[in-house]
């Protein structure tokens, strides 16, 4: 079992910053990916980035350049720096660990971009 948990959310406005962090705890085993889904009302899940163990990185096309995914693997926390905010990035965000198809999810930290 993997336990994560979220933090970072809030209010913003338009082109400010966040940064979100999610704590990994339990089982983590090398080989696994780690990442941000999100979810606005009445639009599907999307994958914002995620990154693997090794380095890998990747990134949807709507926040390239804005948004930056990292990984501390001594704390088994992934990062999520968000630069230059808009208001199409408010949603509920999700961190996940995955490995060989396990999936495990955080509880969601909301993100709101208004003036």
């Known amino acids: 079992q993997v336990q994560l948990v979220e933090s970072g959310g809030g209010l913003v406005q338009p082109g400010g910053s966040l940064r979100l962090s999610c704590a990994a705890s339990?089982?983590?085993?090398?080989?696994?990916?780690m990442g941000w889904y999100r979810q606005a009302p009445g639009k599907q899940r999307e994958l914002v980035a995620s990154?693997?163990?090794?380095?890998?990185?990747n990134y949807a096309d709507s926040v390239k350049g804005r948004f930056t995914i990292s990984r501390d693997s001594t704390k088994n926390t992934v990062y999520l720096q968000m630069d230059g905010l808009k208001a199409e990035d408010t949603a509920d965000y999700l961190c996940?660990?995955?490995?060989?198809?396990?999936?495990?999810w955080g509880q969601g930290t909301q993100v709101t971009v208004s003036s």
């Open positions: 339990g089982s983590i085993v090398s080989g696994n990916w």
């Open positions: 990154a693997s163990s090794s380095g890998i990185t």
């Open positions: 996940y660990y995955n490995r060989l198809g396990s999936v495990y």
